[in-house]
């Protein structure tokens, strides 16, 4: 029986990056020499991912981690993402030699050995360069001070325990060619455009009939200046 870690943060909402996670668990699964941990910040709630996906991970061959990450980090809300993301990394390269094959789908990430890596964009770079893309929200004292930026970038990789030359040894998929040139120019790292897949057929079948629908605006994507 062969041996996954799968690393993502979260499922407790189902955005493009978490329909990536679990098509990926979903095959993996299909495998029946495959057993399959996920390793992330926070309970997974089955159900809800097959009602929101039409997909059922649910299987004795399935376990689900969750990385420690001190109560008051993992509680600020739409804060101190990349802090939660670097105790998530942190306990990824701790497991990774229990397994045979380390994959991440959310970001780049130094497993401490070659592993998968599917970057939507990339998340520990400068916050310069982050800042020049538009990848990075609303500004924060960290845009109004390089060295404040700087220092906290530096803590992030202590915490985490990530290298850049780990990032590197990786094989690397990417969800466009825009993002992949950003990985090339800020890390070096030559990948390969695997475009974000839709939702399987029959998981029309878990969503509203038309004639009980109410108007609603719908946008594919995101309507930000990325």
């Not at 990450?69 to 509680?75: H, K, S, V, Y």
């Not at 739409?78 to 802090?83: A, H, N, S």
């Not at 020049?132 to 060295?147: C, E, P, Q």
């Not at 029959?202 to 995101?222: D, I, S």
């Amino acid at each position: 029986m062969k041996s996954v870690l799968v690393v993502h943060p979260q499922f407790n909402t189902i955005g493009g990056a978490e329909l990536v996670s679990v098509r990926v668990i979903d095959w993996l699964l299909s495998k029946d020499n495959v057993e399959v941990s996920i390793l992330t910040l926070a309970p997974v709630n089955l159900e809800y991912i097959e009602r929101s996906t039409g997909l059922k991970l649910e299987s004795p061959r399935l376990k689900v981690l969750v990385a420690y990450c001190p109560g008051f980090i993992r509680q600020a809300k739409q804060k101190l993402t990349l802090l939660k993301l670097a105790f998530l990394h942190r306990a990824a390269r701790r497991l990774s030699p229990g397994y045979e094959v380390c994959i991440s789908t959310y970001g780049e990430i130094d497993f401490d050995k070659k592993g998968f890596q599917y970057i939507h964009h990339p998340l520990f770079a400068g916050r310069e360069f982050l800042r020049t893309y538009n990848i990075v929200g609303k500004k924060t004292v960290l845009d109004h001070s390089r060295a404040l930026a700087d220092f906290y970038r530096k803590v992030l990789f202590i915490v985490s325990g990530d290298r850049v030359e780990g990032f590197n040894r990786n094989i690397t998929a990417v969800n466009s060619k825009f993002i992949q040139g950003l990985v090339r120019d800020v890390y070096g790292i030559e990948s390969t455009v695997l475009y974000p897949a839709f939702l399987p057929n029959g998981a029309g079948e878990m969503v509203v009939p038309w004639t009980e629908r109410v108007f609603r605006f719908v946008a594919l994507g995101r309507v930000a200046p990325d």
